[in-house]
């Protein structure tokens, strides 16, 4: 009597774990922070490790109720499950990292309204830019309960196109340094944004997205939003689902 799973089940359990670690892995590093990345694949190496050891019999399960052919097939089907859960956990757990800040539904989130942090860029409205970007990133709904009226409007993302100098930098991990004719500046990094479905960073380094207050009149699930790549633009079709910047302004 075989004594275990056929050597070819091993050999497509195995495949399969190799697999889903490597996706893994390749997933927690560009998508989550260094800590909870590590963790993820600290957790999916031990437990392939573990398996590769059961299945070579270094290591032996013993029990006084089970034992024999059931036993060892339950723990190694056992093993195939518990791989795949973490691999989906791995996909969907990364909405709460170090870098996306949900605030608790944005309650209780003090406004830094101090006047020494907002820029005076010389613009027409007298609009001044706050000299740094809200740590994180928020849905449309969460920027705007949040920040109310210090959200910029589409009509001040566009002065601050039309009457600035944009210059990408790569020094600071990717973005634009905002220049004005009265010689005031701020940096507009690309931090990339968070999908609506799935909550992956992309376009980290090289893509910047940023929320205005202003909503699409033609559709009210989109918004009007200032986009960075390799130009500047402003556009009206950005989900309210998805997770972007946000630039406060004082006027």
């Not at 195939?80 to 973490?86: F, G, Q, S, V």
């Not at 600071?172 to 940096?187: L, P, Q, R, T």
């Amino acid at each position: 009597m075989r004594s275990f799973p056929k050597h070819k089940d091993v050999g497509l359990a195995l495949a399969l774990m190799r697999g889903l670690l490597s996706i893994s892995c390749f997933k927690v590093h560009f998508s989550l922070p260094f800590r909870r990345g590590l963790a993820y694949s600290t957790t999916l190496l031990l437990l392939y490790v573990f398996s590769q050891l059961v299945l070579e019999r270094k290591i032996k399960l013993h029990t006084t109720r089970i034992s024999g052919e059931k036993l060892k097939k339950t723990l190694f089907y056992s093993l195939i499950i518990l791989t795949e859960l973490l691999f989906v956990a791995t996909f969907t757990c990364c909405d709460k990292d170090d870098n996306t800040n949900t605030n608790n539904g944005g309650v209780n989130i003090a406004i830094d309204a101090d006047p020494n942090k907002y820029i005076d860029l010389g613009l027409p409205s007298g609009t001044k830019w706050k000299n740094s970007n809200e740590s994180g990133f928020y849905d449309f709904e969460l920027a705007t309960k949040t920040f109310g009226n210090n959200l910029p409007t589409k009509e001040q993302l566009e002065e601050l196109v039309s009457y600035c100098t944009y210059t990408w930098d790569k020094n600071k991990k990717g973005g634009y340094f905002v220049s004005s004719i009265n010689g005031n500046s701020i940096f507009l990094p690309a931090e990339g944004e968070r999908d609506g479905t799935d909550l992956r960073l992309d376009g980290n380094g090289f893509v910047g997205n940023y929320w205005s207050s202003t909503i699409n009149n033609s559709n009210s699930d989109y918004v009007w939003y200032l986009g960075l790549h390799s130009s500047v633009f402003i556009y009206s079709n950005k989900s309210k689902k998805n997770w972007c910047s946000v630039r406060l302004v004082h006027n």
